[in-house]
């Protein structure tokens, strides 16, 4: 049986991607969770008003990849230590989040937040949230697998 993850690591394309690449990871989508609109569009969150982080939904196969492997995806995929940044993104959208959907994830993200700071690899506090999954609304179909869609123009 499939379990679910979701996480927000900055933009949602370079995010679905790390992901994609996993293993026992059986499907992915991008799109916004943890604000206050509903259905909101890529302008809305861009905005930086709906509350949304750009995130990434996940439905993998624990009997080929741990919740644990996905955990240590997410923290290699981007730095963990920038509020509401990564890279040249900024605002609220871009935050570092791990949205769990069992108390098994969230003692599990717990941990490895725990392992994280204490291993010395980031100079800086790690400011990412580890919350409770909401609603997680799809984002515009062009944005699905955008890397995929688009390799020829982004160089991939």
């Known amino acids: 049986m499939s379990e679910k993850a979701t996480f927000a690591a900055g933009c949602f394309w370079g995010v679905e991607d790390d992901f994609m690449r996993e293993p026992g990871v059986i499907s992915t989508r991008v799109g ?5 609109t509903e259905n909101p569009l890529y302008k809305e969150v861009c905005s930086d ?3 949304h982080a750009e995130a990434v939904e996940l439905e993998f196969d624990p009997q080929q990849v741990s919740y644990e492997r996905l955990l240590d995806v997410f923290w290699q995929s981007h730095n963990p230590t920038t509020l509401n940044r990564q890279g040249p993104d900024i605002g609220s959208q871009y935050r570092s989040a791990i949205y769990f959907h069992t108390p098994q994830q969230e003692q599990s993200a717990m941990e490895s937040k725990a392992r994280c700071e204490a291993s010395g ?15 997680f609304y ?12 688009h390799a020829r123009h982004c160089g991939l």
């Open 138 to 149: 799809p984002a515009e179909e062009y944005h699905q697998k955008y890397h995929q869609k």
């Open 32 to 36: 916004y969770t943890g604000g206050h």
């Open 121 to 135: 690899r980031f100079q800086e506090p790690i400011v990412t949230e580890i919350v409770p999954a909401t609603i």
């Open 49 to 51: 008003t709906t509350g």
